[in-house]
T-cell receptor
Framework: DTGVSQDPRHKITKRGQNVTFRCDPI?????LYWYRQTLGQGPEFLTY????????KSRLLSDRFSAERPKGSFSTLEIQRTEQGDSAMYLC?????????????FGSGTRLTVV | TQLLEQSPQFLSIQEGENLTVYCNSS?????LQWYRQEPGEGPVLLVT?????EVKKLKRLTFQFGDARKDSSLHITAAQPGDTGLYLC???????????????FGTGTLLAVQP
């Protein structure tokens, strides 16, 4: 297994356009998380899935944001009508959920720049 | 709202110096993790502490979990340029069923070690 993969690594888009990011987690991991991070700050939680079920969404996730994990494997995060404030690094992580915690494995992120 | 405040926010030191990073919260966490992140990459797990008062050592890094499980510290001895990066603490929340939930990340400490 090559770890968590995110695509694309970089995305530059014009304000008002829609963008979609993809995350491929570690295959054995049932949990998948999306975080957003601005420069020099800690990641902010956006949402997470257990298998295909979306269990929690942050209030940070406005109606313009939607995430899916249709078959419990890869996930997509879509941002509609992008705004300059959406510029950030979007991180995906996966883990084994349950009573014991083994830690997250993060992808390298997708850096979004809205111009 | 569960918040994790880290101090200092930024630290620039010379190679060979010692340093301590603090992570504080008013909330109790079931466990706490420390991550290190390099530019353009996702955070990488360094350690997990679970028991109040627990101390773990990883080569020149010493991690401590507060007795009340609300705070933690990271001490680096004889810092090296390779230690440069963003250090993040993260507290694990639990759901009502007692299963692991999600990580809440701290505000981050950016460390620069000059040769």
């Amino acid at each position: 297994d090559t770890g968590v993969s995110q695509d694309p690594r970089h995305k530059i888009t014009k304000r008002g356009q829609n963008v979609t990011f993809r995350c491929d987690p570690i295959s054995e991991h049932n949990r998948l998380y999306w975080y957003r991070q601005t420069l020099g700050q800690g990641p902010e939680f956006l949402t997470y899935f257990q298998n295909e079920a979306q269990l929690e969404k942050s209030r940070l996730l406005s109606d313009r944001f939607s995430a899916e994990r249709p078959k419990g494997s890869f996930s997509t995060l879509e941002i509609q009508r992008t705004e300059q404030g959406d510029s950030a690094m979007y991180l995906c992580a996966s883990s084994l959920g349950g009573q014991v915690f083994y830690g997250y494995t993060f992808g390298s992120g997708t850096r979004l720049t809205v111009v | 709202t569960q918040l994790l405040e880290q101090s200092p926010q930024f630290l620039s030191i010379q190679e060979g110096e010692n340093l301590t990073v603090y992570c504080n919260s008013s909330s109790v966490f079931s466990s706490l993790q420390w991550y290190r992140q390099e530019p353009g990459e996702g955070p990488v797990l360094l350690v997990t502490v679970v028991t109040g008062g627990e101390v773990k050592k990883l080569k020149r890094l010493t991690f401590q979990f507060g007795d009340a499980r609300k705070d933690s510290s990271l001490h680096i001895t004889a810092a090296q340029p390779g230690d440069t990066g963003l250090y993040l603490c993260a507290g694990l929340t639990m759901n009502y069923g007692g299963a692991t939930n999600k990580l809440i990340f701290g505000t981050g400490t950016l460390l620069a070690v000059q040769p």
